[in-house]
């Protein structure tokens, strides 16, 4: 899909937002949610989505949306790094197919990595253990403040 282009309510993170599909969540309040990517480039591999908005992508976004969003990004990145400890934190948010983008309901990667671990690629990381997933989000929300 291009930069252009409606937003379809039935997209995953819609589903997800709406309880109508599963997903480990992290931490929620009434305009965002965090949780784990099912697809992981690399362990603790999380994303954040607005629940109110019918954004697509960054440049459909709101500002006050926004704002709320990457505020809880922040918030969400800094609880990733107190439980996980590594030694950088990538952020990321792709905007159209052409620029990487899956899912277009606009959302955010946080991608922690370690000097010693190659990150994996995006959408080629194959599906991880919900189990292990659980305790990483529990790890993650303890964390939060
Ligand atoms: P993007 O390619 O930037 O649109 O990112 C979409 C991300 O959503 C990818 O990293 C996928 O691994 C992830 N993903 C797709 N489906 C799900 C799902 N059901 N639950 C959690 N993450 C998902």
Redesign the pocket.
């Known amino acids: 899909m291009s930069l252009d282009g409606a937003y379809d309510d039935q997209n995953?993170f819609a589903r997800?937002v709406r309880g109508e599909?599963p997903?480990v969540k992290i931490y929620e309040d009434h305009a965002v949610l965090a949780?784990?990517?099912?697809?992981p480039?690399s362990r603790g591999h999380c994303?954040v989505v607005s629940k109110t908005s019918r954004a697509r992508n960054l440049l459909d976004v709101e500002p006050e949306v926004l704002c709320k969003l990457m505020t809880d990004v922040q918030r969400v990145a800094r609880a990733v790094v107190a439980a996980l400890n590594p030694d950088g934190v990538v952020i990321t948010q792709?905007n159209g197919s052409p620029a990487?983008?899956?899912?277009f309901h606009l959302?955010v990667?946080i991608i922690p990595r370690w000097i010693d671990q190659p990150l994996k690629g995006?959408?080629q990381?194959g599906i991880a253990d919900v189990d292990a997933l659980k305790v990483l989000a529990e790890q993650i929300a303890a964390k939060i403040s």
């Open positions: 995953i997800i599909a997903a949780f784990m990517d099912v697809f480039q994303l792709f990487g983008q899956t899912v959302h990667h995006h959408g990381g």
